[in-house]
């Protein structure tokens, strides 16, 4: 069966520190990888996703990038953080079909400070 | 564009009685759409999808979701509520020809003793 990790589950960095959120997939080859935010507790901003093993696709203009250095690890980044950035981060699997749902990761909560 | 909306911040239901959580869609192909369910500081749990045939679909922990075409519509139902099921609840639609799905605002479901 098909597993996702995400770490660390918590993390509370300064304002100007960097920040890597590593995710990772296993039981299955060549998914497509998602990262979504989530601040407030609801809705959901996809930020990046991944096809393929260095192909990242940005859907926000933002401080933060996104990188996927083998085909089942996905990493998210800042060189440096702005208090902006607090909120819920949620790494996502899917196959590569458009009636394949997403299976997500138990995420990761950043506070800036 | 594809999107999706859920008219409703939060939905109350005393335990035992029905429940409706609704969500409306906007596509400009075939709907493929989705139901999650997220409990607090939790990742997203996939409950159901609807991809074509039955309109009535079933899903997970006894949800189901109607499918109507006429209304745009794709509202999450339960015949008997449980406190259990208070939760945050997303709608989702498949952005055609792009590998993500576009989420709702959420729904948050309160189940009274």
């Known amino acids: 069966s098909q597993t996702i990790h995400q770490w660390p589950a918590t993390l509370v960095q300064p304002v100007g520190s960097p920040l890597s959120l590593e995710c990772t997939v296993e039981g299955t080859s060549n998914p497509n990888l998602y990262w979504y935010r989530q601040a407030a507790g609801r809705g959901l901003q996809l930020l990046f996703y991944?096809?393929?093993?260095?192909?990242i696709s940005s859907e926000v203009p933002q401080n933060l990038s996104a990188s996927r250095p083998q085909d089942r690890q996905f990493i998210l980044s800042s060189k440096k953080l702005l208090l902006s950035d607090s909120g819920f981060y949620l790494c996502?699997?899917?196959?590569?079909?458009?009636?394949?749902?997403?299976?997500f990761g138990e995420g990761s909560r950043l506070t800036v400070l | 564009a594809q999107s999706v909306a859920q008219p409703e911040d939060q939905v109350n239901v005393a335990e035992g009685n029905p429940l409706t959580v609704k969500c409306t869609y906007s596509v400009s192909g075939n709907p493929y759409l989705f139901w999650y369910v997220q409990y607090p500081n939790r990742g997203l749990q996939f409950l159901l999808k609807?991809?074509?045939?039955?309109?009535l679909v079933k899903g997970s922990y006894g949800f189901e979701a109607e499918f109507n075409k006429s209304q745009t519509s794709f509202h999450l139902k339960k015949p008997s509520a449980l406190v259990s099921d208070s939760a945050l609840y997303f709608c989702a639609v498949r952005d055609v020809g792009y590998n993500k799905l576009i989420f709702g605002a959420g729904t948050r479901l309160a189940v009274h003793p």
């Open positions: 609807y991809i074509t045939g039955d309109n």
């Open positions: 996502a699997w899917s196959r590569d079909s458009e009636t394949g749902e997403l299976f």
């Open positions: 991944s096809v393929g093993i260095g192909q």
